[in-house]
DNA sequence: CTGAAAGCGCTTACAG
DNA sequence: CTGAAAGCGCTTACAG
């Protein structure tokens, strides 16, 4: 085993018997505008293919300095959300001759930046970011320096970037408002965080029940970070209980799953009677013997958005500011109306 | 906006006023050895950090032969056991000081080519691959080339490679054992794909029923991959209508939740009696109304194993062929006993 | 039509 | 103690 020897430009000029320099017009399809001799081109051209030579993109990426490679930041692509944008990445990042790497925050500022780091370390053209609480900072010295970047699925509204996210606020207003049609008293279940997504999604739910003359019945439910399972646990309990609410809103789909477990332990006798509805669905949900309705965002699309900003950023064609919001789409579970 | 133009050891050179070379071997900790005067390093190490350097990657890759990234060809990142084995992966390779770059084959041999290609050409150092049907030409290829490669969740018998993964027969071994311990007549839902970990996990099904003495009540089911849904729905039934079968061992998490819709849509007096059981549980299994009990993979010390291969091979250091193996864990379905 | 040369950013013997 | 030079693989004006 060990290390094998790339076949380099110069391993096919020697067998061809020519210079690297022809080589690299004929493997780049400059043959034309170069004008060379279609014999010569031909002998290059089988050279390389019988020496399978593959050009070092990295070296490419020296001499006329990108990489065609994007690196994209995630709080978790073990998240199953994330782990789709993941893919979808992928391929269309494929699609479009790029390369991405991947990096996970964990939602947590100080990681943020050592992967935000190391991706600028591998070169990458241009940055996609998910970003965390507290990573003004690290944006904002991204902008300035003047590093294609684009955030996505949040933004961070005291940095001028360009973002493309779910239109949150939206949203949750539709979502609220269909859980009012049916009749039921809906509670939010969020976190205590300042990000961006999750204060416009609270944001929608209130205004949803302001706008239904409901202020007073409305509640957040902010469970604790630390604690996520017990903290659900008890605040659901109380809810329930003491206050009659009898349908939710899960803000994120990790949320959702805490609070699915949750409900378990309670038992069926508590959660039969609930409505429920949360954003961007697993499998998970298909199984919980009550039905949840879902907010599927367009993932495709944001994707593709995404992408196409930072490709343009990095080739300085337009460098104006972008700001998509696509809308979520409100599915009704399959598991029946309740 | 546009491409930030990066610092280079030149600039710090100008600004230090010395020459590159000093330069790097001050940032590369090499002081000591050339015997630099510590004023001289000093002022470099500090215009340095003033100008925000980031030493190119790439170019030093270029320079001494490797590039610290290793590619990793999964199935499907978006799958959930792929999406965790990608974030160990991350993980682990950044404590090693590698970068990862991933790429999905969708278990066609075609696509995991052109991912391999492209993984190589972005100059990858080695590979963790996750082969799928068909893949002996391009992985004997790597194999070849002496291309540092270990395969990983699955291994080809007729090439000789390095592997970690489960211990597939004893892990459906047990499974089935614990499902005839419990007076079940159990069945093995599989896929007919010539994949040695699915081979390796019929067979664990098959010795198991044999020792049992029930070898004539033993049956494969074989999901059509063109069609997993309506041949799950079509060979459950029958199964368990016609064959009073009362229990099944997944032999995937696809497997899994593609049986599990079938059952949902089968009804509760039909699942209830069964005894389910399958490998690399997702939080659908915890809230399907039927308890199921997991097979469970020592994820992140696979991960670490496999990375541990990879790296000695690029190093040179040991060349000889690894096999690994690593025992899955049979784990009870907290939904209680039945 | 083709080759020699410079240069992208870096490291490392080799001189001095 | 420090600098000039070569070379990793590639591309692209520039000569001829």
Redesign the interface.
Known sequence: ????KKVSLKDIAKAAGVSTALVSFVLNGKSARYRVNEETAKRVLKKAREL?Y??????K??RY???K?IGVVLS???N?FF??V??VM??EA?KLGY?V????SDENAGLMNSVV??L????V?GLVIVPCEHAEEAIGGLVQ????VVLFDRSIPSIPTSYVMLNNHAAAYAATKRLLAVGKKPYLVAYDIRLNHIEERIRGYQDAMANAGKSKQARVLYLDRSDLQMSAQSLLTESIEEEECDAFLFATNKIT?TC??AF?RMGHEVFDRLKLAGFDA???F????TPIDRISQPVEQMVKKALEIVIT??H?ED?SLKKVMLEGKYVESPGGAR
Do not use: C, W
């Open positions: 085993m060990g290390v094998f399978d593959r050009p070092h993109s990295s070296s990426g020296l300095g990108l990489s490679t978790d692509i073990a199953p782990s789709q993941a893919r992928e391929n494929a390369t790497l991947f990096g996970s780091n190391s600028m370390n591998k070169g053209d320096n003047r590093v294609p799953l699915l477990y378990k697993t499998p998970a298909d199984f919980f013997p950023y990095i300085q460098v």
